[in-house]
């Protein structure tokens, strides 16, 4: 008798145990079934493919380039290749992508608000005789989106610098206003307000 009740005790412990452990089991496969719906669930970044999700940013320059009526020393040739010097520079500088479509996003133009030619003089007993002469541009960039019709608008300034010594003659007066010192002060305005977009 004693043998049969320590068989049904052992009998019942094993169906204790076996009951916790189908339950564990259940448990088990519960919970990973939930956590696997939950990870399932998620949406993980994808990867973007540029030129394709996102959109690029198109520019058109415009070939117009506005001259202010105050801009001091008066030269046909400031507006000689500041959209090609704009191109560029907006190339190189930006994130923007160059067309010549009309369907562009945004419209870059230029427009010249000073440009000047200030000099210093100097002599000493009319012997030696030097002057320092400085190209200065300055001038706006604007650009505009097609779509709200904002316009930003950003100020650069650029100069060059010559100096000029003589010794026993004396300097002319009337200095040609030199076509590479102006190309280099437009570039370097045009520089200085492409780098603040």
């Given at each position: ?11 019942y412990y094993l169906e204790l ?113 030097g002057r320092k002469t400085q ?63």
């Amino acid at each position: 008798m004693i043998m049969e009740k320590e068989i049904k005790h052992i009998q019942y412990y094993l169906e204790l145990i076996f009951k916790e452990n189908k339950m564990r089991i259940a448990l088990k496969i519960l919970m990973g079934f939930f956590i696997f719906e939950i990870l399932g669930g998620q949406e993980l970044p994808q990867p973007i493919i540029l030129g394709e999700d996102l959109p690029q940013k198109t520019l058109k320059i415009s070939r117009f380039v506005e001259v202010s009526e105050n801009i001091g020393v008066m030269d046909d040739r400031v507006t000689l290749g500041i959209s090609q010097i704009m191109e560029e520079i907006f190339l190189n500088e930006t994130n923007y992508i160059l067309t010549d479509k009309e369907d562009a996003a945004f419209v870059a133009s230029a427009e010249v608000v000073y440009l000047g030619k200030p000099n210093e003089a100097w002599s000493i007993v009319g012997i030696l005789n030097g002057r320092k002469t400085q190209t200065e541009v300055r001038l706006n960039i604007k650009v505009k989106e097609t779509i709200t019709n904002k316009v930003i608008t950003e100020r650069g300034v650029g100069s060059t610098q010559t100096n000029i010594q003589a010794t026993g003659l004396q300097i002319n007066e009337e200095m040609e206003f030199g076509k590479s010192e102006l190309g280099g002060a437009l570039r370097k305005a045009i520089e200085d307000a492409v780098v603040k977009f």
